[in-house]
């Protein structure tokens, strides 16, 4: 079951915001509420707020323990942008642009996700045998044949590589 909460307009840049939600992807909400405590990022306050109302949400509504609930996932978009313009040199303005972030959070829950579903190739479970298909048990070592195949393959062809100065220009600041 999913548990959707969102932030609109929150004035920092995506680009900020994205550093601190790529952190917590993937993490438990406990796990992630200690990291985003412990952040030294101007994002990671609202975040943190929003994480936790996120949480809330799911205990009330839905009445899911916080332990059981994970990021699914957290995505930062770009929201208005506010333009204003700053005095230059000889009467000239440049503009300013303040960027805003709209942040969408999603939770999950990890109980709901431990159940074996039938695959794809089956309209009923009765192929499973301890929660794993016959077919897949047969396929598997031809896929790691096959895979071993393609190594081989790659190991015998050079790869594209780019040429040595190519590197020493990058590497060498003075050169560029």
């Known amino acids: 079951m999913e548990i959707k ?15 601190v939600a790529g952190l917590i992807k993937g993490k438990d909400i406990g796990r992630a509420e200690v990291e985003l405590v412990n ?7 609202p975040i943190l707020k929003l994480l936790r109302s996120a949480a809330a949400n799911a205990a009330h509504n839905f009445g899911l323990p916080r332990e059981s609930l994970y990021i699914k996932e957290i995505k930062v978009d770009a929201g208005q942008v506010f333009k204003r313009f700053r005095a230059r040199a000889f009467g000239r303005a440049a503009p300013i642009r303040k960027r805003t972030s709209h942040v969408s959070l999603i939770l999950e829950s990890r109980e709901h ?10 309209n009923s479970g009765a192929e499973f045998q301890g929660g794993v298909a016959e077919r897949e048990i047969s396929a598997a070592p031809e896929k790691e044949r096959k895979y071993e195949r393609d190594l081989g393959a790659r190991r015998g062809r050079p790869w594209k590589t780019k040429p040595l100065n190519f590197v020493r220009r990058v590497f060498n600041r003075k050169a560029i």
Do not use: C, D, F, Q
Request: net charge positive; glycine share 4%.
């Open 5 to 19: 909460a969102s932030l609109k307009n929150l004035h920092i840049a995506p680009r900020k915001v994205r550093l």
């Open 113 to 122: 996700n431990t159940a074996r579903k039938p695959g794809p190739r089956s």
């Open 39 to 45: 952040l030294v990022k101007r994002s990671s306050n």
